[in-house]
């Protein structure tokens, strides 16, 4: 806990540092040209959280939809498809708030499947200044369901390539290095069983069975495991300085129901004959999995599931004058979460997290926009915490998973590096090269390359700057309306290459 204050600490100072130097040049502090400040609030609020003048010229006003089908494509969970809907309401703008808000109240509801039964279903509201007080409200619910959740170990171990023996048999050929798509590839070849592999019989599982040459398993779930976490989520904040610090309160209930995939059918490949129509593949029962490994010799919590209930506090200092696509500002938070039984939860942890976003526009007035967007974050995890929540690290604007995936280390499957003390950063330039408008309808586009770094470590006090595992690709950004964000992230590393197409940008 200590070392964690005296890292926020650092943190705050150099945002601090960072605004100052910035604020000898109030063009590049603004970023742009702002409006009068506005005499009618019924408390102050920082001129830094005003909205440039450009933005206010283009923000609609009262209540309309945004909404887009999803449609992303991954080779771990499958082709993706569904649909987000926004519906904002911006106030008018004789409104005293509406130069200081994106938006006076935003509610969003998703549908979202994938072909390998992957499901994310979200309803989730927030209303800034709600009743025209210094109060803000978030509120959030969540069916998220996924039977492909990889998991590579907790801590440090993860960091090693991925590796995989030559078709997955005995006595073969070992090649490091690997991406993820030879592993999963090799992994799939089924291999004789031994008395380690259990087999599912009518939804008992059994072990001992001697290895032979009729008893195949396959390795193609090895690093899955089936989640399911219906949860809900609250939060207030209450406003000073100007709008500038929030303190930050709230809750979270989370049932969580894990299922291994030990002895169960699963895709496999024939060794020998491989995919040809004279191979007897196709399914073959799956061998013992990662997380039942690491179960059995003690390494992991939460391997039955469990409930997970917590209560979350935080602290935010924020000067960005438009939050889902700033122009210049910073945001540093901290937050802590408690997970006990005393709240109905079956574990007792603690979680810390700290993060720090910068966005500056180095040339106002040469470029509509161009900014330089950056953000540093580190998580420690302290107590008997389950396997699943290790990954989890609650930001007042959303919960963060692991590092790998389309929030962090973009060229790593989600949650590749998972452990104790997680540090990430991600750099991003973000240059606007056109807009139009249709039917009433604002579009800008933004092209945005970028280069993320992060890893874990089993002990925090050991953080170092070696060892680091990098990704970088090249992102296109569609600002509808200004607050409703479409990214498309190409991103690629030494190990895997993904394509990201959501809504919001990665920070």
Not at 47 to 53: A, T, V
Not at 176 to 201: C, E, I, K, S
Not at 299 to 323: A, F
Not at 426 to 453: C, T, Y
Request: glycine share 12%; proline share 5%.
């Amino acid at each position: 806990m200590k070392h964690f204050l005296i890292r926020i600490g650092i943190i705050a100072i150099l945002a601090f540092v960072s605004t100052q130097n910035i604020s000898a040049d109030p063009g590049l502090l603004d970023g742009c040209e702002k409006p009068p400040e506005r005499t009618d609030l019924p408390f102050y609020i920082s001129p830094k959280r005003q909205l440039c003048k450009k933005d206010l010229e283009k923000k609609k006003e009262g209540w309309f939809p945004t909404g887009l089908p999803l449609l992303n494509s991954d080779p771990n969970t499958g082709i993706g498809y569904g649909i987000r809907v926004f519906a904002y309401n911006n106030g008018k703008k004789e409104d005293p708030f509406f130069e200081y808000t994106p938006y006076k109240f935003r509610i969003y509801a998703q549908y979202f499947n994938t072909t390998k039964q992957r499901q994310y279903q979200d309803v989730a509201f927030d209303a800034p200044y709600v009743f025209g007080t210094q109060w803000r409200l978030r509120g959030e619910g969540v069916y998220d369901a996924n039977p492909n959740t990889l998991f590579f170990g907790l801590g440090e171990s993860s960091l090693q390539t991925l590796s995989y023996t030559d078709r997955n048999q005995d006595g073969g050929s070992v090649f490091t290095n690997a991406t993820f798509a030879d592993q999963q590839r090799n992994l799939a070849y089924t291999r004789p069983g031994g008395p380690g592999d259990p087999v599912d019989v009518n939804g008992s599982v059994y072990n001992g069975f001697p290895a032979q040459n009729g008893f195949r398993v396959t390795d193609s779930q090895y690093n899955r495991y089936n989640l399911i976490s219906p949860t809900a989520m609250l939060s207030g904040e209450r406003s000073y300085v100007g709008g500038t610090v929030r303190l930050v309160a709230g809750l979270r209930m989370s049932q969580n129901i894990v299922r291994a995939f030990d002895g169960t059918l699963a895709n496999a490949t024939d060794p020998i004959l491989g995919d040809s129509p004279f191979s007897a593949g196709g399914r073959a029962i799956s061998g013992t999995t990662k997380i039942t490994e690491d179960y059995n010799s003690g390494k992991i919590l939460g391997y039955h599931g469990g409930m997970v209930n917590t209560l979350r506090l935080g602290v935010v200092y924020d000067t960005r004058d438009l939050e889902p696509d700033p122009n210049q500002g910073v945001f540093l938070e901290a937050t802590y979460e408690r997970s006990a039984k005393t709240f109905g939860s079956n574990f007792d942890y603690s979680k810390y997290f700290t993060q720090a976003k910068f966005f500056w526009s180095p040339f106002p007035r040469v470029f509509d926009k161009l900014v330089v967007a950056g953000r540093g974050g580190f998580s420690v995890t302290e107590g008997d915490a389950p396997f699943f929540e290790y990954r989890n690290m609650w930001g007042t604007e959303g919960v963060i998973s692991g590092l790998g995936g389309r929030t962090t280390l973009r060229g790593y499957k989600q949650d590749r590096f998972v452990g104790r003390a997680m540090g990430w950063g991600n750099i991003e330039l973000r240059w606007k090269f056109g807009s139009l408008s249709v039917a009433g309808q604002h579009f800008a586009f933004n092209l945005v390359p970028f280069l993320d770094f992060g890893r874990i470590w089993d002990d925090e006090h050991k953080v170092g700057t070696k060892d680091y595992k990098y990704s970088r690709g090249l992102g296109l950004r569609i600002a509808w309306n200004q607050t409703t964000i479409i990214m498309f992230d190409y991103a690629v590393s030494r190990e895997d290459k993904q394509l990201f197409v959501n809504f919001n940008h990665a920070f």
